[in-house]
């Protein structure tokens, strides 16, 4: 069974910065583990849908961006320790969400949220203009 738990929200002001952490822990129904799981976040704002925000492959190797948040944001991962982290750097009043980690099984760096199989539980990241 998958588990994922993300931390590191928290309130920030304009322009500041924050990391998000996600822990990953499990094996999924293919087998696979963490190292080669491709890895997503994805943010929900109060009354819109849950949008993509940045995924990164299992090696590391390709990373992908919304484009909001592109120049900004940085997604990495630790395969040794099973994290997946988000830097979010200048952040904007728009970035408040809840931020959620996911995991992709097969590999596949994609921003469609259906296409994702397990999710954190979310962590809320507030910035104060």
């Known amino acids: 069974q998958v588990q994922l738990v993300e931390s590191g929200g928290g309130m920030v002001q304009a322009g500041g910065s924050l990391r998000l952490s996600c822990a990953a822990s499990g094996r999924a129904a293919s087998g696979r583990t963490f190292s080669r799981w491709a890895m997503g976040w994805f943010r929900q704002a109060p009354g819109k849908e849950r949008e993509f925000v940045a995924a990164i492959s299992w090696s590391g190797s390709t990373t992908k961006y919304a484009d909001s948040v592109k120049g900004r944001f940085t997604i990495s991962r630790d395969n040794t320790k099973n994290t997946v982290n988000l830097q979010m750097n200048s952040v904007k009043p728009e970035d408040t969400a809840v931020y959620y980690c996911?995991?992709?099984?097969?590999?596949?760096?994609?921003?469609?949220?259906?296409?994702?199989?397990?999710w954190g539980q979310g962590s809320q990241v507030t910035v104060s203009s």
């Open positions: 996911a995991v992709q099984t097969l590999g596949w760096v994609i921003t469609n949220p259906d296409d994702y199989e397990h």
